[in-house]
């Protein structure tokens, strides 16, 4: 089955090439600001200036601020300043979090925490009837949660599993929700995209068995920027939902035949981002915003829903995540992407709103060199000037491999304020495509593409027209490919 996927132009797979993990959340931002020409400054983890709560290990490229004339604000992430730090660790306690939404009329599940010791465990679950979900009071990205937990012998087993591989003492034990989990994220008063986050699944073609399924399935989740570096993997877990659903991984299923590989939705271990805002109910839309305006001075955040498939304009609020991940909003597997990081500038930065980004983009790992080798604590990535640029496409004929030519070419485009790079094409010959703001600097560039270096012999220089030229996604500085 082929995915329907629409993703934002600007944002392909050079941009956000070697950018994973949490990194892409802060760098997805990063971007939107500084392509809107705020001034972009990158800081060490362990920076005192850097006041906002660390979830985890301090990781640099996690840390930044965006500046326009008259109005700085600090990113942790995805989160910026304007949540406040006593929020965050409100939101982590899941159970606080629960009681206060409760408070105010927001539906949650019901629930209560134990310790994992606590034998009453058993006697709850059969109070509030099975099925059962049990997780961590305090955790993240689905760690200790199990779900759909449909007998007594199973939460035994659940439980027995949760104390040798995980350290949490205390668990909430709540009531199992059916229906659809969606992850919305709401900025200010509106809920601006919804992900429908499936478990790990295939679908049958008739041909391929369940293992050749998941290396297809993993070589589109590869195509992903935010996937890319979460395949399917075919733990335990797999193997024993497999087996209860009377297959193994050698069994062909049907074509068109859904099989479910993991009860749990985290994208992680293989889960499937599908865009979903559109089927949300103006209810439920409104229920995330509610829930978000229960809790104090968190003006952004993800909000967990479980939608009723039956009752689609009624749903509970699972949790809310203060420092929630957006890349994959921005890189859904199935659906049209959602421009979050444009939403959250739009709300810390209302000055910059008219304000049309151009399509540049800077190397987020290169930026760091400096503050990974410790040369500085704080790094102001060089300021946006490209707007309204002017680009050139030269092709290059002579004796210019191996005589310095290419080197002495960037030499000279970074002289003049030039970007854009050189590399080989067929022939011997060289592709040279620089852009900027003064056009005449461009025009006379020519005249150095035929000049070279000492060692070179330029035969020809052939200017052809440039392909979408006036919103190309470009890379600023000057880059050689051999």
């Known amino acids: 089955m082929k995915n329907n996927v629409q993703l934002l132009s600007h944002l392909n797979q050079a941009v956000v090439k070697n950018i994973r993990g949490f990194k892409l959340d802060a760098y997805l931002i990063a971007l939107e600001g500084w392509r809107r020409v705020l001034t972009l400054k990158w800081?060490?983890?362990?920076?005192?200036?850097?006041?906002?709560?660390?979830?985890?290990?301090?990781?640099?490229?996690?840390?930044?601020?965006?500046?326009?004339?008259?109005?700085?604000?600090?990113?942790?992430?995805?989160?910026?300043?304007?949540?406040?730090?006593?929020?965050?660790?409100?939101?982590?306690?899941?159970?606080?979090t629960k009681e206060i939404l409760s408070r105010k009329g927001i539906s949650v599940p019901e629930g209560q925490v134990f310790n994992v010791m606590d034998n009453r465990i058993l006697e709850y679950s059969r109070k509030i009837g099975f099925p059962v979900v049990i997780k961590p009071k305090s955790g993240s990205m689905g760690k200790g949660?199990?779900?759909?937990?449909?007998?007594?012998?199973?939460?035994k087993d659940c439980l027995s599993d949760y104390k040798s591989v995980y350290r949490y003492n205390e668990v909430i034990v709540e009531k199992h929700y059916e229906g659809n989990e969606y992850r919305i994220y709401v900025v200010g008063n509106k809920a601006i995209g919804a992900t429908n986050r499936i478990p790990a699944n295939i679908i049958g073609d008739g041909e391929h068995n369940i293992s050749q399924l998941i290396e297809l399935k993993n070589k589109e989740r590869k195509k992903n920027p935010y996937?890319?570096?979460?395949?399917?993997?075919?733990?335990?877990?797999?193997?024993?939902?497999?087996?209860?659903?009377?297959?193994?991984?050698?069994?062909?299923?049907?074509?068109?035949?859904?099989?479910?590989?993991?009860?749990?939705s985290n994208l992680s271990s293989g889960g499937d981002p599908i865009e979903a805002t559109d089927e949300l109910s103006p209810e439920i839309r409104q229920l995330a915003v509610e829930a978000l305006r229960a809790l104090p001075s968190i003006p952004h955040a993800g909000v967990d829903i479980i939608v009723n498939p039956d009752e689609k304009d009624k749903g509970v609020v699972l949790e809310i995540n203060g420092t929630a991940e957006i890349a994959f909003h921005v890189f859904p597997l199935r659906g049209n992407a959602i421009n979050l990081p444009k939403a959250i500038i739009d709300y810390y930065f209302p000055e910059v709103k008219h304000v049309a980004p151009?399509?540049?983009?800077?190397?987020?790992?290169?930026?760091?060199?400096?503050?990974?080798?410790?040369?500085?604590?704080?790094?102001?990535?060089?300021?946006?000037?490209?707007?309204?640029?002017?680009?050139?496409?030269?092709?290059?004929?002579?004796?210019?491999?191996?005589?310095?030519?290419?080197?002495?070419?960037?030499?000279?485009?970074?002289?003049?304020?030039?970007?854009?790079?050189?590399?080989?094409?067929?022939?011997?010959?060289?592709?040279?495509?620089?852009?900027?703001?003064?056009?005449?600097?461009?025009?006379?560039?020519?005249?150095?593409?035929?000049?070279?270096?000492?060692?070179?012999?330029?035969?020809?220089?052939?200017?052809?027209k440039v392909q979408n030229a006036n919103k190309p996604v470009v890379k600023i500085g000057f880059e050689i490919f051999t």
């Open 43 to 96: 800081y060490k983890a362990e920076s005192p200036i850097c006041t906002l709560d660390k979830v985890g290990s301090p990781v640099l490229g996690n840390f930044f601020s965006l500046s326009s004339s008259n109005n700085t604000h600090y990113f942790f992430r995805s989160r910026g300043d304007l949540v406040e730090n006593k929020t965050v660790r409100l939101c982590s306690n899941k159970e606080k």
């Open 145 to 155: 949660v199990y779900t759909n937990i449909e007998s007594e012998k199973e939460l």
């Open 227 to 264: 996937l890319a570096k979460k395949p399917i993997k075919p733990d335990y877990e797999v193997h024993q939902l497999l087996n209860n659903s009377g297959f193994d991984m050698n069994s062909i299923p049907s074509k068109d035949q859904l099989v479910m590989l993991r009860e749990k």
């Open 358 to 464: 151009n399509y540049c983009y800077f190397d987020f790992n290169s930026v760091l060199e400096p503050l990974k080798s410790w040369a500085t604590d704080e790094l102001q990535v060089t300021n946006n000037p490209i707007h309204d640029f002017h680009q050139k496409k030269f092709i290059v004929s002579g004796k210019i491999l191996k005589v310095g030519y290419m080197n002495w070419i960037k030499r000279q485009a970074l002289r003049k304020g030039l970007h854009g790079h050189v590399k080989k094409i067929k022939g011997g010959k060289l592709e040279i495509i620089v852009f900027g703001n003064n056009e005449e600097k461009l025009i006379a560039f020519k005249d150095l593409c035929y000049k070279g270096s000492k060692q070179s012999e330029v035969t020809f220089v052939e200017e052809l």
